[in-house]
């Protein structure tokens, strides 16, 4: 950080790959968030039209885990292989996964049965 | 250009905008230090009212509506707004110095986490004035609270919303600066023991807020918009609160005491002048308590009726906790066996800490066994289980790192005498207030009721108990005076005070210049500053780059703006279950000013700017004299 500042002037090429690359992952993101905004649309419009709950409970489930999949991939980059301190990031994902399963296991198990 | 260092005359208006748009990590670790210190007093204060409730049987000195308040209130500002921000004040201040770094790294959301947590703290206590505080205990149990009349429980919501998102956000900063921003060759097993309790406990903070967010977020439609979340009679279940808050309650203790032990770990090396004994064992037990913290929440609602299979594993869970804790326990003593101790303030205080702590430990082993909880449950007995814990573990932590780093932080000394004298009048103190308290337990006093009847042979130990709470206000009273007379102090102005220092914050000359480390230092080793003095390195530290030009934050406005738009939208949510009409408004104007400031943000780039190596060697000549740090 204290160095004297090197500057690496890019080529017109890696600028326009960067260009390019970037503005792929910006389309992705909106199209992402648009899809989990729907979603949840979904979710209460199906609750709010009175379907049968036969219907309601396995949709909006399935919403829920289309959902947690975005989640994981789209925003909070899990399919990325290479990162800086990619082990460690991936150490807290997987650390708050076992930690949410239990509290999974406990509301299944000792709040409502 | 702000600074730490110099004390140029600048006028009062000056000096309030700099503490206002700040987002230098020593002075916002100042300013949680101090919010905590007053947020600490009130608390102090209200515990004193109630000691002085129960001193003698039959007493009216308050009433039972107000007695409820003092102790809700005493309980959720002695852990969400005193102990939090006082650690968090010492994680500020010493963490980037201890792994070399120039700042944290998100300067802005360091700046952030201060002023809601402040805005919601100040909230919260806004109750007093405006028609009654929280009175359903601070875990605020949704079958209480969701009938609790008048505004009090909203405040309660609302206020812990807020500041809790203000501790969420400074524990992501903590972990991103840990783990990405620490000075070449410093490891993750170089990284000193209060670096690392740090980032366990930033990582507990991670996980552990959301499940409080959720709760509080149900309790707050349930009360304010009228949802049954809690309500067993629309289909609702009152018992998820109860997890919910554990979820997040446990590993809050764990949250509060891990930087405690981390404190601890660095003082008492110093003082016994001997390495830490067990260091990567230390790291491995800090590790697993934070992770077994979350397993065990349950350990707390025994009595609710979980059934014998839950009760089961969550108490075999629950002792697993004491192995690893007892692991810390003998480090830290075989590190005083055998060391040149030298007894000063901060090490008499680790001194007093271990006994205390190790009393505390065995009566939390005592509660996990779950039949025996079911005669504990809700009596003193548990009262004086976590007072031992929180006292004798994160107040004497916090009381010895004052007077530890105190000469880092403020560039003076505390007085050693009456160090000595407010140790041993609080140590007393703490003693007779609590220990008696077991057996009050036992003998069947129920903890949170407002008086007693007399001749039930509890007279007398709650007389000793409120002569010893009348102590400890006394010690935190002589430690304020402390710190006001060493304003008058002579500036300390060099290196390593102690003399012993061995990680690297001890290198760097009092006062520390703004950015910390004119050249980013190398890390040789486990303890570099002690490193670097044996191999009689008169800088204190091995540079890993020449000197230039330094990248720094600027200062913001921004998030004293954005916590005061939240502020304002919680008074709308606040009054909207009255069905006033400007309720909604209010919100809308609360949350829109936020997210303009948000917007502005991210429109407007803030690069930060350089100081120019010119600067630097200028501002070391005038701190250090000629030739500047060296």
């Known amino acids: 950080m204290g160095h004297d500042t090197h500057v690496q002037e890019k080529s017109v090429a890696q600028y326009e790959f960067n260009r390019k690359k970037n503005a792929v992952e910006m389309r992705k993101q909106v199209v992402n968030f648009a899809i989990m905004i729907l979603f949840t649309f979904i979710a209460f419009a199906v609750v709010v039209a009175d379907f049968s709950p036969y219907f309601i409970k396995p949709v909006i489930l399935l919403l829920a885990g289309v959902q947690v999949a975005l989640q994981l991939y789209a925003f909070m980059h899990m399919g990325e292989k290479k990162a800086p301190f990619i082990g460690v990031i991936n150490t807290f994902v997987w650390l708050g996964a076992v930690i949410a399963f239990t509290f999974f296991l406990c509301f299944l198990t000792i709040i409502w049965w | ?630």
């Not at chain 2, 840990?178 to 903070?205: D, E, K, V």
């Not at chain 2, 949250?255 to 110093?270: C, D, R, T, Y």
């Not at chain 2, 990680?503 to 190398?522: D, G, H, I, M, R």
């Open chain 2, 1 to 630: 250009m702000s600074s730490v260092a110099i004390s140029k005359k600048t006028g009062f208006g000056a000096t309030l905008w700099d503490y206002l748009t700040t987002v230098d990590h020593k002075k916002l670790g100042n300013m949680y230090f101090f919010a905590g210190l007053l947020f600490f007093a009130i608390a102090g204060f209200e515990a004193l009212l109630i000691r002085i409730q129960l001193m003698v049987p039959n007493n009216d000195f308050v009433s039972a509506g107000l007695f409820n308040e003092l102790l809700t209130m005493h309980g959720t500002t002695m852990l969400f707004l005193a102990a939090t921000p006082l650690l968090f004040g010492f994680m500020n201040a010493i963490v980037p110095l201890q792994i070399g770094a120039r700042d944290v790294a998100f300067p802005f959301l360091n700046s952030l986490g201060f002023w809601l947590f402040f805005l919601g703290a100040l909230f919260l206590h806004l109750s007093f004035f405006m028609g009654g505080a929280p009175d359903a205990g601070w875990t605020s149990y949704a079958s209480l609270s969701l009938y609790s009349p008048g505004h009090g429980i909203d405040f309660y919501v609302l206020g812990l919303q807020i500041s809790g998102a203000g501790t969420l956000i400074s524990g992501i900063n903590f972990i991103v600066t840990i783990i990405t921003m620490r000075a070449p060759g410093m490891t993750f097993m170089r990284m000193p023991l209060f670096t690392w309790t740090t980032l366990i406990s930033s990582a507990l903070i991670l996980f552990a807020f959301p499940p409080l967010t959720v709760g509080l977020f149900f309790m707050l439609v349930d009360r304010m918009f009228g949802a049954n979340f809690f309500d067993h009679t629309m289909g609702g279940n009152t018992i998820i609160w109860e997890h919910l808050f554990w979820i997040f309650g446990h590993p809050e203790v764990y949250i509060l005491v891990l930087p405690a032990f981390g404190l601890f770990s660095e003082i008492i090396p110093v003082f016994a002048r001997k390495r830490l004994f067990g260091y990567s064992s230390m790291v491995f037990a800090t590790i697993l308590i934070g992770f077994l913290g979350f397993m065990v929440w349950a350990h707390h609602m025994f009595t609710t009726g979980l059934g014998p299979t839950a009760n089961a594993i969550f108490a075999v869970a629950t002792m697993a906790i004491a192995v690893p804790t007892g692991m810390k326990v003998f480090n830290w003593i075989l590190t005083i066996w055998g060391g040149s101790i030298k007894v000063t303030v901060p090490m008499i205080y680790a001194l007093g800490f271990i006994p205390s702590f190790v009393a505390g430990g065995v009566t939390g082993v005592m509660q996990a066994t779950a039949p025996l909880d079911y005669q504990l449950h809700d009596s003193y007995f548990i009262v004086a289980h976590f007072h031992y814990v929180i006292v004798g573990g994160i107040v004497t932590a916090i009381f010895g790192a004052t007077h530890f780093y105190w000469p880092i932080m403020f560039n003076r000394v505390l007085n050693e005498k009456l160090g000595y004298i407010v140790f041993w009048v609080f140590f007393i103190g703490f003693h007779l207030t609590f220990f008696l308290q077991h057996f009050l337990g036992l003998m069947g006093m129920p903890r949170r009721v407002f008086t007693y009847q007399a001749d039930q042979g509890w007279d007398l130990y709650n007389f000793i108990s409120s002569i010893g709470a009348i102590m400890m206000g006394i010690g935190v009273i002589l430690l304020v005076v402390n710190m006001l007379l060493s304003i008058k102090g002579k500036p300390v102005n060099q290196r390593d005070y102690w003399g012993d220092g061995r990680s690297l914050e001890w290198a760097l000359v009092t006062p520390v210049p703004f950015y910390n480390f004119k050249q980013t230092p190398l890390i040789r080793g486990y303890d570099p500053y002690w490193i670097e003095k044996h191999e009689g390195n008169k800088e204190g530290m091995t540079y890993a780059e020449p000197l230039g030009d330094i990248h720094m934050p600027h200062g913001s406005i921004l998030p004293l703006i954005m916590s005061i738009g939240m502020f304002i939208a919680a008074f709308g949510a606040l009054y909207h279950p009255d069905g006033v009409s400007w309720s909604v408004p209010v919100i809308i104007l609360g949350i829109g000013i936020t997210v303009a400031c948000m917007i502005l943000r991210s429109f407007k780039d803030d690069l930060g700017y350089h100081v120019h190596k010119e600067e630097i060697i200028a501002l070391e000549e005038e701190l250090y004299g000629k030739g500047g740090n060296k």
